[in-house]
């Protein structure tokens, strides 16, 4: 039995009516929980090994089919909402589960069975429905859990997960926060994000505390960018929290709210991963009475890897390794960790680089440790950029995207740290450039869209030292080149097109 389903098992038993979680009009004590979890096993995955898609708003319903999953040791794939159609098919059908828990059911096929309400098993709106799939692909090792990274492809990675794994993260991360029982966590990202899965659900339970999960709407988070900071902080208020999970973007909308009104009363510890947080921000975010603690990790660790413990922080870097983790470093200072790997990828082609738990994994991120052993980090290792809401972007996927429409010859797009992207393109002379931005944001997921760009002033060449001679733009000289003009872009909203 996992960690968390006996501890579960163990505040059932000795604490029966602590409440351990809240939703959208619904309570459930320990006692009630686990007697749910169990009812929510039989009757979604009475037959050992299913594997379950899980594609709904946070709520109690998701915890309860996360739980349920893990007891009846069936393969749970949380589906990001963000997901383009593309990207759902593609996690469907790699995945190969046997049906999906989804409250948005007009995003699949017509042509599937019925769909068998589940709501009054779940505690929200909810129906499970059956999916008849041409492969049912072998997972690696023992896999529990498939969580997708969120979009560095046009198809994203799925990383499988044993629960062995998630379970250390979770007592690691139990023992760094100083969590107990009299906690209260307000899930404010979606659930999907393995990181407040781990939060939200697992951490708490462990501690025997007690978890808040209302819709993403009610938290003021409005698909997988748009925030209102205000809601945001009033639902901190009544909830009551003591912990909340953030990513840079969100919390500068916070504390903007704060800074108009007043901290949360209860609020002790504001946990922010995703993307790299300024010591600027960091030192306003306390100054306000935020108490922030930044973090690192990646979907390959099993979430977290390092964070600055609220009474170990240290500006400035991401905080110490978990105890479960081992860290060392390749010669170019590449972070290369160990503990908690995952199992390997998702439908990988034989041959290509695997995770496995036995062995050190190549982050891509370059960093050192202090002499206090506190990790610093000191960037990509690629040209993979993070957004300031957390969510990665492979530049090369939408420049690709850019000029399969004809009318762009080439395209640089950048993104690290803000909350929208910038493209500088070079028209092609034929069609309209602008209107086939507008289309290819059609199909991409928000977070990949192009919301500002400039028209180059010249192609990118060998000749201008803006391209190789085999025609691989050299971003770095792009960025330099053109960084004053991207400035002026990201600071005034009606600049379109220069």
């Known amino acids: 039995m996992s960690a968390v389903l006996a501890a579960l098992a163990r505040h059932a038993a000795g604490r029966p ?120 692909p072998r997972l690696p090792g023992v896999t529990d859990k498939v969580t997708f990274t969120s979009g560095t492809t ?39 994000t393995l990181l407040e899965n781990i939060a939200a659900i697992d951490v708490p339970i462990l501690a025997g505390a007690t978890t808040v999960l209302w819709p993403l709407a009610a938290v003021g988070l409005k698909g997988s960018s748009q925030l209102d900071a205000s809601a945001m902080l009033a639902a901190i208020e009544r909830a009551e929290a003591t912990s909340i999970v953030t990513v840079p973007q969100i919390l500068m909308g916070l504390m903007g709210a704060v800074a108009r009104s007043r901290p949360p009363a209860r609020l002790r510890l504001v ?18 009475g935020l108490p922030v603690c930044e973090g690192y990790g990646l979907s390959e660790a099993s979430s977290v890897v390092a ?4 009474g170990d922080a240290r500006p400035g870097s991401v905080g110490r390794p978990l105890p479960h983790v081992e860290l060392t470093f390749a010669q170019d200072g590449e972070i290369l960790v160990k503990g908690s790997i995952a199992q390997g990828y998702l439908g990988a082609d034989p041959g290509t680089s695997q995770p496995r738990p036995d062995a050190f994994w190549p982050t891509g991120d370059l960093g050192h440790l202090d002499a206090d052993g506190h990790l610093h980090l000191d ?41 929208w992207n910038a493209a500088i393109i070079v028209p ?12 290819v944001n059609d199909s991409l997921p928000d977070y990949a869209r192009i919301t500002r760009w400039l028209i180059a002033g010249e192609p990118f060449t060998a000749m201008n030292e803006l391209a190789t001679p085999n025609g691989r733009l050299r971003r770095d000289r792009i960025f330099a080149r053109y960084r004053e003009a991207l400035q002026r872009i990201y600071e005034d909203e009606t600049i379109d097109v220069l």
């Open 271 to 288: 946990s922010v991963g995703g993307a790299p947080l300024s010591r600027m921000v960091l030192e306003r975010a306390k100054a306000i």
């Open 17 to 136: 009516d602590a409440v351990a979680m809240i939703g959208d009009g619904v309570l459930l004590n320990y006692a009630a929980l686990a007697a749910r979890v169990d009812t929510v096993a039989a009757t979604l995955f009475p037959v050992p090994g299913m594997r379950c898609a899980l594609l709904l708003d946070n709520g109690i319903g998701w915890a309860l089919t996360d739980l349920a999953a893990r007891r009846a040791r069936a393969v749970l794939v949380p589906i990001p909402l963000f997901f383009s159609p593309q990207q759902l098919r593609h996690a469907l059908a790699t995945s190969g589960v046997d049906g999906i828990v989804t409250d948005q059911t007009a995003r699949l096929d017509q042509t599937l069975p019925a769909p068998q309400d589940v709501t009054a098993l779940l505690g929200q709106p909810a129906a499970f429905v059956r999916l008849e799939q041409a492969n049912h």
């Open 428 to 439: 092609s002379g034929i069609g309209d450039p602008i209107a086939d931005i507008g289309k």
């Open 379 to 419: 960037g990509r290792k690629k040209d993979m950029f993070i957004t300031s809401f957390g969510r990665n972007v492979a530049p090369e996927w939408v420049e690709a995207e850019l000029t399969a429409s004809g009318s762009i010859a080439q395209a640089a797009v950048f993104g690290e740290a803000r909350p």
């Open 154 to 192: 046009g198809n994203p990675k799925g990383v499988c997960l044993s629960q062995d794994s998630i379970d250390r993260v979770a007592q690691s991360l139990l023992a760094a926060s100083g969590g107990h029982a009299e906690d209260r966590h307000l899930a404010l990202l979606p659930l999907a």
């Open 307 to 310: 964070f600055n413990t609220p």
